[in-house]
Each structure stands twice: as C-alpha cells, then as structure tokens.
C-alpha cells in the first residue's frame, strides 16, 4: 500500500477515462487548427490536460452550485 502514494495522481485520471478516451482523439486536430506544430507530444499532452482541466472545472462549477443554491425549507 505504500507503493500507492507514488501513484495518487493516477486515480483521477482513472475516474475520468472515458472523458479523456473521447476528447483525445477529438483533440488530436486542434494543433494543427491553432497553427501549432503537429507533434505528438503536444498531441498527448493536449489530449491528457485539456481533458483533465475541463473536468476539474466542472467540478468547482457544481461544487459552487450545489453551496449557492436557494435553500427550501418546509413550511409548517
């Protein structure tokens, strides 16, 4: 178990592959759309980040949600 904490940062991008399966792919165009060198480094790394970030945004996004929204109360 020790082990594991050398590979924590492995256990978010578990719990998002299919966002990132999906949009890697679709990323692959988007250097060459930006004008940007068509390497694959900068392929994988757009298809891993973009991904991870717009995830990660999403989830601050429903975290704010979830503690700003009106409140119901019962009424009696």
């Given at each position: 178990?020790?082990?594991?904490k050398?590979?924590?940062?492995?256990?978010?991008?578990?719990?998002?592959?299919?966002?990132?399966?999906?949009?890697?792919?679709?990323?692959?165009?988007?250097?060459?759309?930006?004008?940007?060198?068509?390497?694959?480094?900068?392929?994988?790394?757009?298809?891993?980040?973009?991904p991870?970030?717009?995830?990660?945004?999403?989830?601050?996004?429903?975290?704010?949600?979830?503690?700003?929204?009106?409140?119901?109360?019962?009424?009696?």
């Amino acid at each position: 178990m020790s082990e594991l904490k050398w590979f924590h940062w492995l256990v978010l991008w578990g719990q998002h592959t299919v966002l990132i399966m999906f949009w890697h792919r679709a990323l692959f165009d988007l250097p060459e759309l930006l004008g940007l060198p068509d390497h694959w480094l900068l392929k994988c790394l757009m298809g891993l980040f973009i991904p991870i970030l717009v995830m990660m945004v999403w989830k601050q996004f429903r975290r704010f949600l979830i503690h700003h929204s009106p409140k119901q109360f019962a009424s009696s």
